[in-house]
């Protein structure tokens, strides 16, 4: 609902449910502040947004009162340029800045600082402060943030963000007479795994990335890419800067329906990969062992002769490259010869999900909508470690609850102060049934461990209660009531609640936990309920690599004439399945082309390899997890060789692809596969102008153009040319907002750090200008017929000295390129076993004892961690590490103590 009031004796319309402070922002008005955050809400700690708010229209004195912390109301008459308020907050920030210690030039955040625009904008320029200052020791927080306590302004930003909303345990103030304090107890690593939103959240340079530090530049210096982060099925979007060829940060990209204004660290500081010393910068032919560089001429050439006529293809695609360049290598090798490169347990898992979501009557929510439920059952997830940004809003979302009642107190949500006053630490209505316990358990109302098939019938007795019984009465003797006390309360919690939201995925390779979800989500549905229904999935674009292929690797594998010509895109094998599976496939295959960034272990086997471009040196489209395509963009263009896969492959099929653009490459795709129709608009074309000009990826503050190539030529050369985008390699073009799924930084005058967003959101908090980035592809239907209730499991038992082995998921290192990077690889974990405290008393087993297990023959040998909540009969292995890759789960395995600790 608007409002008109009147500031500075203009009337305006104003939305009513925001404060004084929002509305000033939204109406493109500067008014400084610090303390404040659109999804922190307010506090009034800094005191810096001080206005003037007249009684009435006789009032001509007015009271200053803090904008963060005044609602809007019908008719009100306030100032922002009342003398008073101006001198408020210019004297304000100068006694915030008494013990800053002004060191702007080697500060990492100089000039993309919200302290330093906030003090310019109240006209505080010269310091008259001359005596001794306070100082602090500064802490080492761990690999991914640097601290530099002196510039503290005692905003309490950082702590409200780690602690409050990120649900962090080990950071906070203290406080002693006039010295304040944010930091650890002691010096050691930051354990939450959202600390990087520390740099983005902190308007001064306390917090600042480690990882930028070491290759430092400045803001402005920087070539910047809008992209989406590669490291889970989120699709959370991000912006990747680059300087003289090397990536040299990652920073959130503001999206309403995704990620908002945060990404996880594995996001954040994961992408040092790019710049590996193992990067593929040159194509290579590799010969009885032994790889020589060749001109790009002439690998083409060479693999154009192999692979055309009526040859026999092999087409294995993969999940983390885009649908283009999958689409592509289809069109290579045929789409019968086309398989999607991960194991079949895998991909019919995530073709059920795709089936659900196409056809399903329950809503899949953006990530960012999550945090509106108020009731929540998370089926088989590890979801901190499987999709970390889900696990932040899924926090968000336990507080809707016990937030009604500051409602019912007419306390309005932006109140954080008072909110937090009457709700404390109180949480809603959580349910988790895992196989062991999780992150997410701290706020969990209860947890329920078990093996999946036992958690999948958890599902089906609570869907049984929300129903009453089961329509089918066959259906009832599969059930028992040994969790019906748990069962009931999930049932009641779910049906009480105003949007319950049920969380599953593919961690478990549990078709039955995918099923039992969607059973439960349905059964919701028709009891008038709105529920949501998210999937998690493995990777960036598993859901558009499933779209494109029902044939897997088993399939491939069971080819038993060899090919001409096997084609592997962006893929190590050797991380799907077990390495004899990989090994006999390879064997028969009489030429290997892979298109990979890194060397590993499948670039090792190949007689060709090329080398392509990562999420910041590649263009493409993804599909997340709800089913939402998004582009990604070049940051910058390499100088060498690395270029998309889908430009190799056009390169190499010359003769139908080779003059085609982007745009003919997606339409070409829509046109074989109509439901990715949608894909065309999620983003302008590449004929789109802003007043006749590019989108720059440069500021216009850009340096160096000319000195970069001095050694080479005094002129400044021309820069690359870009046919397959709006953006331009360049500083010039269009200096306003550009369309939301394009924009490469945020600046606008006056507004030169982060906080810039406010001037490209309709409203503050809100929508991007033009749209959030991203179509969703799937749309509930009114009616369906699929049936939910057919998939009940068998009620698991522990066999005597047999174990089922499943995956444990952890952020930092079940990623295989985000652990490859130096800052991610410090937090990685040392391979291990995890067993439940029974099962290791009954083996004489204890803790760091190191034990053999024998997996279809094939024997390792892991130490020991005893975790809570596993259930008998079963243990866990991290998925993803070195020592574990190529691991096919779930399996059964013996084990065997080999020696105590």
Known sequence: MKVKITIDDKIYEVDQETNLLEACLSLEMDLPYFCWHPELGSVAACRQCAIIKYKDDDDEKGKLVMACLEPVKEGMRISLQAPQAH?????????????????CPVCDEGGECHLQDMTVMTGHNYRRYRFNKRTHTNQYLGPFINHEMNRCIQCYRCTRFYNDYAGGKDFDVFASHDSVYFGRHEPGILENEFSGNLVEVCPTGVFTDKTFKKHFTRKWDLSNGPSICHNCSLGCNIIAGERYGSLRR?????????????????????YEYVNSENRICIPLKIENGESSPMPREQAVREISEITSGAKKLIGIGSPKASLESNFLLRQW?????FYAGIPANEGKLIRQVIKILKKGTVRTPSLSEVKGYDAVFILGEDVTNTAPMLALYLRQAAKNQPGEVAKDLKIPDWNDAATRVV???????????????????????????????????????????????????????AMDNANQPLSSSIAKAMLAAKKPLIVAGTSLYSEAIVQSAAAVANALKEKGKDPGLVYVVPEVNSIGLSMLSEQFLEDAFDKTDSADATIILENDLYQRKDKSSIDAFLKYQKNIISLHYLENTTTHQANYVLPVGTFAEADGTVVSNEGRAQRFYKAHQPDNDIRSSWEWIQEIMMDKWGSASFDEIVSSMVREFPELERVQDAAPSAEFREETQKIPRETHRYSGRTAEDADKNVSEPKPPEDRNSALSYTMEGFT?????????????????SVQAINKYQIEVGGELLGGNPGIRLFEPKETTDLDFSDHIPLQFSPKQDEYCGLPLYHIYGSDELSAQSPAVKERVPEAYIALN????????????DMIEVSVNGEKK?????????????ILGLPKGLTETAGTEFPFTATIKLISHE
């Open 250 to 270: 990652i920073r959130s990209r503001y999206n309403g329906d995704v990620n908002g204004y945060f990404i996880c660290d594995r996001g954040r500081f994961g």
């Open 861 to 873: 040998r892991f130490a020991v961690k005893l975790h809570k909540g596993i259930s008998p009969g």
């Open 87 to 103: 001198d408020f907050r210019a004297h304000n920030i100068e006694a915030l800045m008494i013990n800053h210690p002004h060191d």
């Open 837 to 848: 405290d029974d099962d290791a008393l009954k083996n004489d087993i204890r803790e760091d």
């Open 333 to 337: 090798v045929g789409s019968e010869n």
């Open 423 to 477: 709700v404390q630490n109180a949480t809603g209505s959580v349910y988790i049934a895992t196989f062991h316990a999780t992150k997410l358990d701290e706020i969990a109302t209860q947890s329920y461990y078990a093996h999946p098939d036992n958690i999948a019938r958890l599902a089906y007795e609570v869907m049984a209660e929300i129903e009453g019984n089961f329509k089918d009465e066959t259906k009832v003797e």
């Open 736 to 752: 306003g907002v550009p369309p939301s799924a394009i924009t490469p930084f945020y600046w606008t005058p006056g507004w030169n």
